[in-house]
């Protein structure tokens, strides 16, 4: 196994459509950097997002969940509440060859913050929008 280079990244964006849209460089432009960075790509999360909110006192089961525990906002700005989280989905649509694992983190600008970025790894072969997952610890 072995960490793939940014050469590589940039070659299967370009030919194979592996990220869309693909930024080729790291961009800072006053905000949250993104775009390929040496052996890494920072994605950018879209302006739509998920932010849950338990007034109904539901149950969260993983299996079923209601769709009422959620509040959908556009926005560029997303106010988590306390003791919740908010979803959100990438800007990029990844396409995962059947030969590679990647793994995401989250970024550290997010944890200075104290924001807590979960995600998953994304499989060989998948492909789509990553959902990220944003919290804060309870205080």
């Given at each position: 196994m072995s960490i793939l280079s940014d050469r590589w990244i940039r070659e299967q964006a370009q030919s194979t459509g592996m990220i869309e849209p693909f930024v080729e460089r790291q961009t800072r432009d006053g905000c949250i950097s993104y775009g390929l960075s040496s052996y890494g790509y920072d994605a950018r999360v879209a302006d739509e997002f998920k932010i849950f909110t338990n007034v109904d006192s539901a149950v969260v089961d993983p299996k079923n969940f209601s769709s009422n525990s959620f509040v959908d906002r556009k926005?560029?700005?997303?106010?988590?509440?306390?003791?919740?989280?908010?979803?959100?989905?990438?800007?990029?649509?990844?396409?995962?060859?059947?030969?590679?694992?990647?793994?995401?983190?989250?970024?550290?600008?997010?944890?200075?913050?104290?924001i807590i970025v979960n995600v998953t790894p994304l499989e060989p072969g998948w492909e789509g929008h990553v959902t990220l997952e944003f919290s804060l610890p309870r205080l």
């Open positions: 926005t560029d700005v997303c106010v988590i509440p306390p003791n919740s989280f908010a979803l959100a989905r990438t800007v990029e649509y990844f396409r995962i060859p059947r030969d590679v694992l990647v793994i995401c983190l989250g970024k550290s600008t997010y944890a200075r913050c104290g």
